[in-house]
């Protein structure tokens, strides 16, 4: 049996956590995070830039949410939003599929995920559902509130990593 703290054949150790671990170097901590190759973060873009597409189709050019009995004609005044952050997710993903620093990549995700929560701010503002039991309603607005109160923790966790990136306070690089 093998010895759990001895070196793999790359020097690294089998044991990646634990306070023995964290002290040594070269300890997973230590380590930079690595990005899955160029071809497999461009096939990442393309396949969410497609699906923002197709939800933005479906939502606009062939809009069966219509027939969604718990919507209310209200709906059409958060769509707007919705679009804008589809919109702008898609074209996020189409310009890292040609360019992807990681400076760029933070800062497309502070942007889209600001846009994502303007839209949640709006559905909740308007709330174009008419549930029939009120237990729906009541769960529809705290799963609601709950996405928002999610959503402005990325932001805010997406600006600091941007901030970490540009002043390459970060464990990752800046290229």
Not at 4 to 32: I, K, N
Not at 61 to 89: C, E, G, K, M, Y
Not at 99 to 125: E, F, H, K, M, Q
Not at 143 to 167: E, H, Y
Request: proline share 9%; aromatic share 8%.
């Amino acid at each position: 049996m093998r010895n759990l703290e001895s070196p793999t054949p790359t020097g690294d150790s089998d044991v990646t956590c634990g306070p023995t671990a964290a002290h040594r170097p070269g300890a997973a901590a230590d380590r930079v995070p690595r990005r899955p190759p160029p071809p497999a973060r461009r096939a990442g873009y393309l396949v969410a830039a497609a699906i923002n597409g197709v939800i933005w189709y479906l939502a606009n050019i062939h809009p069966t949410w219509h027939a969604v009995s718990v919507l209310t004609a209200d709906a059409r005044l958060v769509l707007p939003w919705f679009n804008l952050s589809w919109l702008a997710t898609m074209a996020a993903n189409l310009v890292y599929v040609a360019y992807d620093p990681r400076w760029l990549v933070a800062a497309g995700n502070v942007l889209t995920t600001t846009l994502g929560l303007a839209a949640l701010i709006s559905l909740l503002s308007v709330f174009p559902f008419d549930f029939p039991a009120p237990a729906w309603t009541t769960a529809a607005h705290v799963l609601l509130v709950l996405a928002t109160i999610g959503t402005a923790i990325g932001v805010l966790v997406f600006l600091i990593r941007l901030g970490m990136i540009l002043l390459g306070t970060s464990n990752t690089e800046r290229r």
